[in-house]
T-cell receptor, first 113, second 113 residues
Framework: DAKTTQPNSMESNEEEPVHLPCNHS???????IHWYRQLPSQGPEYVIH???SNVNNRMASLAIAEDRKSSTLILHRATLRDAAVYYC??????????????FGQGTTLQVKP | NAGVTQTPKFQVLKTGQSMTLQCAQD?????MSWYRQDPGMGLRLIHY???????DQGEVPNGYNVSRSTTEDFPLRLLSAAPSQTSVYFC????????????FGNGTRLTVT
């Protein structure tokens, strides 16, 4: 499975945008880029995913580099509730693969009031 | 919908004891999987299933058995518990459509003494 590299930790101020980077230089043409986050003492929750184009949803935006070797999760206005571990994961395209996403160590995001 | 339900929430075992962690989902999802998370670490995939009657190994399958006799249930069995299996266990499911998100349970915290 292709691997991702994320910073161990990042800090942000409340109500400011946050850009969480992820490198995936060995990504294949069929890999989707998934982001999950895990709040303290909870199971992970889905944030967003994409293949080639930038994606937006109510939680965040995903900016994917043109060569797809890196991506950035953007939280437009961080709140204290966004303090969590954020995981960037590559998943093979096609059914049968979403049940076996391989999680790395993720980025621990601290949000300061 | 209850989503993904894991029982028990907490369990303490002695070395050598056996037990089954239960996972049930009421969303008619095809895919189910088990992860473990050790303190300060990311999630590691133990076993996964792409449908009733079909299971496969993940990254760290040793010491664990699974079966999938129904779509709803995916129990994880520890045949002879070891202290190295002390961890938080998460069950997840997804619909099986290409790259649909994983839905996680709230975890079972297992301590083996």
């Amino acid at each position: 499975d292709a691997k991702t590299t994320q910073p161990n930790s990042m800090e942000s101020n409340e109500e400011e945008p946050v850009h969480l980077p992820c490198n995936h230089s060995t990504i294949s043409g069929t890999d989707y880029i998934h982001w999950y986050r895990q709040l303290p003492s909870q199971g992970p929750e889905y944030v967003i995913h994409g293949l080639t184009s930038n994606v937006n949803n109510r939680m965040a935006s995903l900016a994917i580099a043109e060569d797809r070797k890196s991506s950035t999760l953007i939280l437009h206005r961080a709140t204290l509730r966004d303090a969590a571990v954020y995981y960037c994961i590559l998943g093979e395209r096609g059914s049968g693969n979403t049940g076996k996403l391989i999680f790395g160590q993720g980025t621990t995001l601290q949000v300061k009031p | 919908n209850a989503g993904v339900t894991q029982t028990p929430k907490f369990q303490v075992l002695k070395t050598g004891q056996s037990m089954t962690l239960q996972c049930a989902q009421d969303m008619n999802h095809e895919y189910m999987s088990w992860y473990r998370q050790d303190p300060g670490m990311g999630l590691r995939l133990i076993h996964y299933s792409v449908g009733a009657g079909i299971t496969d190994q993940g990254e760290v399958p040793n010491g664990y058995n699974v079966s999938r006799s129904t779509t709803e249930d995916f129990p994880l069995r520890l045949l002879s518990a070891a202290p190295s299996q002390t961890s938080v266990y998460f069950c997840a499911s997804s619909p099986g459509r290409s790259n649909s998100p994983l839905h996680f349970g709230n975890g079972t915290r297992l301590t083996v003494t």
